[in-house]
Nanobody
Framework: VQLQASGGGLVQAGGSLRLSCTAS????????IAWFRQAPGKAREGVAC????????WYEDSVKGRFSLSRDSAENTVYLQMNSLKPQDTAIYYC???????????????????WGQGTLVTVSS
């Protein structure tokens, strides 16, 4: 599974970005998809995830109400809409996928099998 993350960039605090995670050889509807981020000098953390086939959607507390995850089956894409961005959201964002039929948040413990390259999000104050 080859994932492609895109959509990062430089934005002022309070602004918005939409990240995209696509795959060319598999149907993402059948995969749990997660977004992770890693800020400079910090450990990677899970930000949001969606289980396969319209199951669980989970958000990390600091992004609840600001970030929204959605699937577009026709485009075979999972989006992470990020609103009201803060400087502390600055990080490299990664999408990951796993074909196991578990709740996506549980997969944070098991580990996601497939990873895309990161896309850099920079939020200026």
């Amino acid at each position: 599974v080859q994932l492609q993350a895109s959509g990062g960039g430089l934005v002022q605090a309070g602004g918005s970005l939409r990240l995209s995670c696509t795959a060319s050889e598999v149907t993402l509807d059948y995969y749990a998809i997660a977004w992770f981020r890693q800020a400079p000098g910090k450990a990677r953390e899970g930000v949001a995830c969606t289980s396969s086939k319209g199951g669980e959607i989970w958000y990390e507390d600091s992004v609840k109400g600001r970030f929204s995850l959605s699937r577009d089956s026709a485009e075979n894409t999972v989006y992470l809409q990020m609103n009201s961005l803060k400087p502390q959201d600055t990080a490299i964002y990664y999408c990951a996928a796993d074909g196991v039929d578990y709740d996506c948040s549980y997969l944070f413990e098991l580990g996601y099998d497939h990873w895309g390259q990161g896309t850099l999000v920079t939020v200026s104050s």
